[in-house]
T-cell receptor, first 116, second 112 residues
Framework: DAGVIQSPRHEVTEMGQEVTLRCKPI?????LFWYRQTMMRGLELLIY????????DSGMPEDRFSAKMPNASFSTLKIQPSEPRDSAVYFC??????????????FGQGTRLTVV | EDKVVQSPLSLVVHEGDTVTLNCSYE??????LLWYKQEKKAPTFLFML????IEKKSGRLSSILDKKELFSILNITATQTGDSAVYLC????????????FGQGTILTVHP
C-alpha cells in the first residue's frame, strides 16, 4: 500500500478564496483523522471519521471549515473563505480498528497551506 | 479537556550522548501513550505503551510508561545526527478508539 496520500502537497492562495484539501486513507483503515500543525499550537485534531461517519468535529475552528468523507477511500477538508491565520500544515491520518485497543495512526505527507 | 505536556521543548546534544525526553498526560479514560518521530514531513510511529513499567525497545530507543504518575519517557542512547527530529507523544483515551491528543513536541538537535 502506498500509505496515506494527500493532495496537493503545497497550496498558496489568496485570502477569501476557497481551499480544498484531499486525502486517500490506507485501504481497510476504519478511522480517518484531519490534523493541523502550527508552530504555536502544535498538532491539533480537527475532526475524525469512523467508517465514513464524522465522530468528533469539536476541533474544527469555525464554520469556515468543513470536512466530508463520501466513501471509504476519500475525504476532503474545505476552508471557505480562507484567512491568513489558516496557514499551517494539514495532515490526514488513518488507522485500522483492533478489537482490544488503540493502534498507531499512519500519517500522510501533509499539505502546506499558505494564505496570503 | 485532555492535555499532554512534553519537556524539554528543545534539546541540543552531541553525537554519542544519551537523551531522555519526558511526557506527562491528563487524558480521560486513558488507554495508551504513543511516541512519534517527525523529521521534515509526516510523523512516523515509534512506540505504543499500554502497561506500566514494561519497557519497549527498538535499537537505541526505549520507552516506558508510569500510569500511576501519568508520565512516559523516551530514551535515546548513543545519539546520532539522524536522530535530529521533533519527538511527539500522544495520549489515547475517551470513548472512541483512535483519537489522539498530542503534546507540543521536543525538538532534538544532535551535532556531530
Amino acid at each position: 500500500d502506498a500509505g496515506v496520500i494527500q493532495s496537493p502537497r503545497h497550496e498558496v492562495t489568496e485570502m477569501g478564496q476557497e481551499v480544498t484539501l484531499r486525502c486517500k486513507p490506507i485501504s481497510g483503515h476504519d478511522y480517518l483523522f484531519w490534523y493541523r500543525q502550527t508552530m504555536m499550537r502544535g498538532l491539533e485534531l480537527l475532526i475524525y471519521f469512523n467508517n465514513n461517519v464524522p465522530i468528533d468535529d469539536s476541533g474544527m475552528p469555525e464554520d469556515r471549515f468543513s470536512a466530508k468523507m463520501p466513501n471509504a477511500s476519500f475525504s476532503t477538508l474545505k476552508i471557505q473563505p480562507s484567512e491568513p491565520r489558516d496557514s499551517a500544515v494539514y495532515f490526514c491520518a488513518s488507522s485500522p480498528i483492533r478489537l482490544l485497543g488503540d493502534t498507531e495512526a499512519f500519517f500522510g505527507q501533509g499539505t502546506r497551506l499558505t494564505v496570503v | 479537556e485532555d492535555k499532554v505536556v512534553q519537556s524539554p521543548l528543545s534539546l541540543v546534544v552531541h553525537e554519542g550522548d544519551t537523551v531522555t525526553l519526558n511526557c506527562s498526560y491528563e487524558v480521560t479514560n486513558f488507554r495508551s501513550l504513543l511516541w512519534y518521530k517527525q523529521e521534515k514531513k509526516a510523523p512516523t510511529f515509534l512506540f505504543m505503551l499500554t502497561s506500566s513499567g514494561i519497557e519497549k525497545k527498538s535499537g537505541r530507543l526505549s520507552s516506558i510508561l508510569d500510569k500511576k504518575e501519568l508520565f512516559s519517557i523516551l530514551n535515546i542512547t548513543a545519539t546520532q545526527t539522524g536522530d535530529s527530529a521533533v519527538y511527539l507523544c500522544a495520549g489515547a483515551g475517551g470513548t472512541s478508539y483512535g483519537k489522539l491528543t498530542f503534546g507540543q513536541g521536543t525538538i532534538l538537535t544532535v551535532h556531530p
